[in-house]
């Protein structure tokens, strides 16, 4: 009988590899495991913020480090074109199931991806930056794949956000783009854990230039 995964596995990830093989044996029970288990908010308060600070003009949407679709569902946007991203097949494969992506991409943040320049109106993601492997370096490819006025809203975990350079990252690019704006919100509601229960990410939103 395999060993049910859980909050430690999720915070154990240190290379894309090891994204693929977590989530290959979760992917099946990971929103009940994870996200019921730990009332994980992430995905809801994006959707929550992305409403506030979008337009119409704010698409096709991009979901990065979609996993299995949980913003996705939160968004609900069926008038709107939104595209989730991964690393892990399995995962997109449950996203898949929800119905709420126009595509399905299989690919490596970390390197370059096959969309052309400039064309997504939005980026959003929940989660992606939490571990170290996904750092702020991949916010170039970002920018390049999204448009001029092109929407970010996305989660940096808050021990991540100086540790990994996130903080000199957006003065490197502060030409590229308007002045982030930071909220920092809880990762889980009612959570227990006294590891991570009270963790917390800045949910960053900003346009490119």
């Known amino acids: ?18 994204s693929i093989n977590l989530y290959k044996t979760w992917a099946s029970t990971y929103d009940d495991d994870f996200a019921k288990q730990n009332d994980y908010r992430s995905p ?64 490596d943040l970390t390197k370059r991806l096959l969309i052309n320049d400039n064309h997504y109106g939005a980026i959003v993601s929940a989660g992606t930056f939490t571990h170290g492997h996904v750092g702020p370096n991949v916010l170039d490819e970002l920018l390049r794949v999204s448009r001029s006025g092109g929407l970010f809203v996305f989660t940096i ?41 009270s963790d917390q990410v800045i949910i960053t939103v900003f346009r490119k230039k």
């Open 1 to 18: 009988m395999t060993e049910k995964k859980g909050l430690k596995d999720a915070y154990s990830l240190k290379t894309p590899e090891d």
């Open 44 to 107: 809801i308060e994006i959707a929550k913020y992305f409403a506030k600070y979008s337009n119409n003009k704010d698409t096709p949407i991009l979901d990065i480090g979609a996993g299995t679709g949980l913003i996705g569902e939160c968004l609900n946007l069926n008038s709107k074109e939104v595209d989730a991203i991964d690393i892990s097949p399995e995962m997109l494969n449950i996203a898949r199931t929800k119905n709420c992506y126009s595509k399905i991409i299989e690919a």
């Open 157 to 197: 975990h808050y021990k991540l956000f100086k540790k990994a350079g996130f903080d000199k990252k957006f003065i490197e690019i502060k030409k590229n783009i308007t002045k982030p704006i930071f909220h920092e919100v809880d990762v889980y509601g009612n959570n227990p854990d006294k590891d991570h229960g």
